[in-house]
């Protein structure tokens, strides 16, 4: 496990997780979130997503954590040797991401993109939950699906999975 594309809905604990495995394998980490936006929640260019990608991509270790565009993830799905897509019922995503949005009423976001204060974001980051769930899971799916003969690929379905996981592959949960 030294190229790790962690993909899933918001709210499933894949920052927690990328964050877990970066120490424990020792491997760089980078979030998509800080990528492709620049403060006040700011989207980034397209041309300047891509060049940052394509050298993270050009790395010999890295944990990439997140979205961004699609033909993205495909690019970072290729270049991968382990794929964990953390795809819990729609309502613990929810309810992880509220919880999430009410701590940051007390602190920031670790993982965060600087500047880009998480209370403002609530109303479109439950609108985005569905849109995923709805539209961008089933692509996502058969995406992750096309690697299961060439990659690592862990599909985590619920919490329960998700520590057990962290257990085997960080050492505790």
Same mark, same amino acid.
């Given at each position: 496990?030294?190229?790790?594309?962690?993909?899933?809905?918001?709210?499933?604990?894949?920052?927690?997780?990328?964050? =877990?495995?970066? #120490?424990?394998?020792?491997?760089? $980490? *980078? @979030?998509?979130?800080?990528?492709?936006?620049?403060?006040?929640? +700011?989207?980034?260019?397209?041309?300047?997503?891509?060049?940052?990608?394509?050298?993270?991509?050009?790395?010999?270790?890295?944990?990439?954590?997140?979205?961004?565009?699609?033909?993205?993830?495909?690019?970072?799905?290729?270049?991968?040797?382990?794929?964990?897509?953390?795809?819990?019922?729609?309502?613990?995503?929810?309810? =992880?991401?509220? #919880?999430?949005?009410?701590?940051? $009423? *007390? @602190?920031?976001?670790?993982?965060?993109?600087?500047?880009?204060? +998480?209370?403002?974001?609530?109303?479109?980051?439950?609108?985005?939950?569905?849109?995923?769930?709805?539209?961008?899971?089933?692509?996502?799916?058969?995406?992750?699906?096309?690697?299961?003969?060439?990659?690592?690929?862990?599909?985590?379905?619920?919490?329960?999975?998700?520590?057990?996981?962290?257990?085997?592959?960080?050492?505790?949960?």
């Amino acid at each position: 496990m030294t190229r790790v594309a962690v993909i899933g809905n918001a709210g499933g604990g894949k920052s927690t997780l990328c964050r =877990r495995l970066s #120490k424990t394998l020792n491997i760089p $980490l *980078f @979030a998509v979130d800080r990528i492709q936006w620049k403060p006040g929640w +700011m989207p980034v260019s397209y041309a300047e997503i891509k060049q940052q990608h394509d050298q993270i991509l050009a790395r010999d270790r890295w944990i990439i954590d997140g979205w961004g565009p699609f033909d993205m993830i495909e690019e970072r799905f290729a270049a991968a040797d382990t794929i964990i897509f953390v795809d819990h019922p729609l309502h613990i995503h929810y309810w =992880r991401a509220i #919880k999430r949005q009410v701590a940051c $009423l *007390f @602190a920031p976001r670790p993982d965060g993109p600087e500047g880009c204060p +998480m209370l403002p974001m609530t109303w479109p980051l439950l609108k985005m939950i569905w849109d995923i769930h709805a539209t961008a899971r089933p692509k996502l799916l058969k995406a992750v699906r096309r690697h299961h003969n060439d990659k690592r690929v862990f599909h985590i379905t619920s919490p329960r999975e998700l520590r057990r996981f962290v257990l085997q592959y960080c050492g505790s949960a």
